[in-house]
């Protein structure tokens, strides 16, 4: 499968403009984000890399307008986000199914609740388990699927509403080495063609760069942009080459002295959680 590089670039999607997160008092709580700035262009695959507390999930509720900044503002199409909305949708590393609903009821609940005509909404469904291979499931509950089923079902179920923004928070993160990479693969597909922008939440460099157009690494606590690094090498990426693993040496040193940092915190007995 052939897939470029190219985006439909030009227009921005998401500007975050002097974002800080400061979790309870502000003189003496959590600063898990300091002085953020980012402007993520329309169809970006966006990673998110860092250690364990450096404010990547903070920063990606922020943004899905579940938990607001302290400071600074997050404009999503020049509009201030302030709570959740339709343009976009998450992903969570644990699924979030349904467990008394089958997939094909767990991928329509969204348009359901939305009035979604039924014929239409059926359409949608199928079509989502056709492209998620999903269909032989269709009647299974949450229960009886392996994660990565599980975590095709959570991928429909925003899909199905059409955001033109996915947001997902280390999705990939339970799964095994094969079928990680094999939803990796899907999810690039999706990308290529639906259009999406997306912000992907991961620990993992390997991830990072296998997936993303753009790599920004932030720094543990308080979480400040590191680096914001376009990755320009070819798709598909062979996870072997000189320039994947270039680049992995590259992130890999700058995400080891924000690691460092967290582990000084945690011999300090720090305030991490
Ligand atoms: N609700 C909260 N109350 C207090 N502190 C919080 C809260 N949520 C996050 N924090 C703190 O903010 C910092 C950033 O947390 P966040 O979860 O965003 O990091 P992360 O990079 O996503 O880490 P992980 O990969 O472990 O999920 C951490 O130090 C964390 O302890």
Redesign the pocket.
Known sequence: MEMSMTSVAGTHEIKVLGVNKV??DAETG?V?LKDIDLTIQHGEFVCLL??????????LNAVAGFSLPSTGDILVKDVSVTKPGPDRGMVFQEYALFPWMDVAKNIGFGLEIKGTPQAEREAIVERLMQKLGLSDFRNRFPKDLSGGMRQRVAIARVLALDPPIMLMD?PFGALDALTRRSLQDELLRIWEEERKTIIF?T?SIEEAIYLGSRVVV?TY?P?TVKTDITIDIPRPRDTSSAAFNDMKRKLGALVMEEHQRFSEDERRGG???
Do not use: I, M, N, Y
């Open positions: 979790f309870g959590v898990a860092g250690p364990s507390g450096c404010g990547k999930s903070t920063l280390e939440v620990h932030l606590r979480g305030t991490f959680d």
